[in-house]
């Protein structure tokens, strides 16, 4: 029998209010653990009035396999600006810390229910979590640098499930690791046509490019000495940035590009955004870096 409230208490956090300071715990950890849908909506929205009560429903019929959190966007206008929401409603989900799919507008109830039985299918059921035990352990051997042993135990992953997103961007993260940038493109270009557009593997997608362009950068401190003889050289800039990220100073990568766009975005043919988007898409999506980044770059988009 339940408790008295325990139904309340299960269905709030099921479905919350979200806000700024509370968007890590309530999306970005939890759903490291169960797939988390975000709606971003606003008092005066028309169309959000019809999609709320039809999301909440809807996850309310899935029984706990996707949360729900609800942000207003007059309130809250960080994470909002920091994932580009343009317009209201606008739905995003998520799945281990990062954005996987998402839509704008209201939708006929019928679509509402197939995204969300869409995005509760991701976490899976409790015959994954062997394959997801070996997926957790395989990134902790690549943390800890043992890049062939991961390899090694990505490999046996998808030997078991060939579809599985996160053990084949764990298996061309090794090959990263292990410098053998030939082999990671390998991996990745044979992925099956049904992941290949996952967000996973669109990440080590670009660090594949920025491993290319690695392999090219110049010598950081004769780039920096030309940077400061010459400011204005946004090409040399560029240079310093292309190996400021080569040599792991991400964050000044990122300032050096910032810089090429407060000065102009269009240089290039807008190549310093472009570059800013490689790196962001590159890393974790609540990376420190990238947040830090994004809201740099919105801020100098609508200055």
Same mark, same amino acid.
């Given at each position: 029998?339940?408790?008295?409230? +325990?139904?309340?208490?299960?269905?709030?956090?099921?479905?919350?209010?979200?806000?700024?300071?509370?968007?890590?715990?309530?999306?970005?950890?939890?759903?490291?653990?169960?797939?988390?849908?975000?709606?971003?909506?606003?008092?005066?929205?028309?169309?959000?009035?019809?999609?709320?009560?039809?999301?909440?429903?809807?996850?309310?019929?899935?029984?706990?396999?996707?949360?729900?959190?609800?942000?207003?966007?007059?309130?809250?206008?960080?994470?909002?600006?920091?994932?580009?929401?343009?317009?209201?409603?606008?739905?995003?989900?998520?799945?281990?810390?990062?954005?996987?799919?998402?839509?704008?507008?209201?939708?006929?109830?019928?679509?509402?229910?197939?995204?969300?039985?869409?995005?509760? +299918?991701?976490?899976?059921?409790?015959?994954?979590?062997?394959?997801?035990? $070996?997926?957790? $352990?395989?990134?902790?051997?690549?943390?800890?640098?043992?890049?062939?042993?991961? $390899?090694?135990?990505?490999?046996?992953?998808?030997?078991?499930?060939?579809? !599985?997103?996160?053990?084949?961007?764990?298996?061309?993260?090794?090959?990263?690791?292990?410098?053998?940038?030939?082999?990671?493109?390998?991996?990745?270009?044979?992925?099956? $046509?049904?992941?290949?557009?996952?967000?996973?593997?669109?990440?080590?997608?670009?660090?594949?490019?920025?491993?290319?362009?690695?392999?090219?950068?110049?010598?950081?401190?004769?780039?920096?000495?030309?940077?400061? +003889?010459?400011?204005?050289?946004?090409?040399?800039?560029?240079?310093?940035?292309?190996?400021?990220?080569? !040599?792991?100073?991400?964050?000044?990568?990122?300032?050096?590009?910032?810089?090429?766009?407060?000065?102009?975005?269009?240089?290039?043919?807008?190549?310093?955004?472009?570059?800013?988007?490689?790196?962001?898409? +590159?890393?974790?999506? !609540?990376?420190?870096?990238?947040? !830090?980044?994004?809201?740099?770059?919105?801020?100098?988009?609508?200055?």
């Amino acid at each position: 029998m339940l408790e008295l409230g +325990a139904g309340q208490n299960a269905a709030a956090d099921l479905i919350k209010d979200g806000t700024d300071g509370s968007f890590g715990p309530d999306v970005i950890e939890a759903s490291k653990s169960v797939p988390v849908i975000v709606d971003f909506w606003a008092k005066w929205c028309g169309p959000c009035k019809t999609l709320g009560p039809a999301i909440e429903a809807a996850v309310t019929k899935a029984g706990g396999r996707v949360k729900l959190v609800k942000i207003d966007v007059d309130a809250n206008q960080i994470y909002a600006g920091q994932l580009q929401v343009q317009s209201i409603p606008t739905v995003y989900a998520f799945w281990q810390g990062q954005p996987v799919d998402g839509f704008q507008g209201a939708l006929p109830p019928s679509e509402i229910n197939a995204f969300v039985e869409k995005i509760a +299918a991701l976490g899976g059921d409790a015959e994954d979590d062997g394959l997801s035990a $070996a997926i957790e $352990a395989a990134d902790q051997m690549l943390a800890e640098g043992a890049a062939a042993d991961a $390899a090694e135990t990505f490999a046996a992953i998808l030997q078991e499930d060939p579809n !599985n997103a996160a053990a084949y961007a764990g298996l061309v993260r090794s090959y990263l690791a292990l410098d053998d940038v030939d082999q990671a493109e390998a991996i990745l270009n044979g992925a099956p $046509a049904e992941i290949s557009t996952d967000p996973l593997l669109e990440a080590v997608h670009a660090q594949i490019t920025l491993a290319r362009e690695a392999a090219n950068a110049g010598p950081v401190a004769e780039l920096q000495e030309k940077v400061t +003889a010459e400011p204005d050289n946004l090409q040399t800039r560029f240079d310093l940035a292309v190996a400021l990220h080569a !040599n792991g100073k991400v964050e000044d990568a990122v300032s050096e590009l910032l810089e090429i766009f407060r000065r102009d975005r269009e240089w290039n043919e807008g190549a310093a955004k472009t570059q800013l988007f490689k790196i962001f898409d +590159a890393r974790e999506a !609540n990376d420190p870096i990238v947040l !830090n980044g994004r809201r740099k770059l919105s801020s100098l988009i609508f200055a």
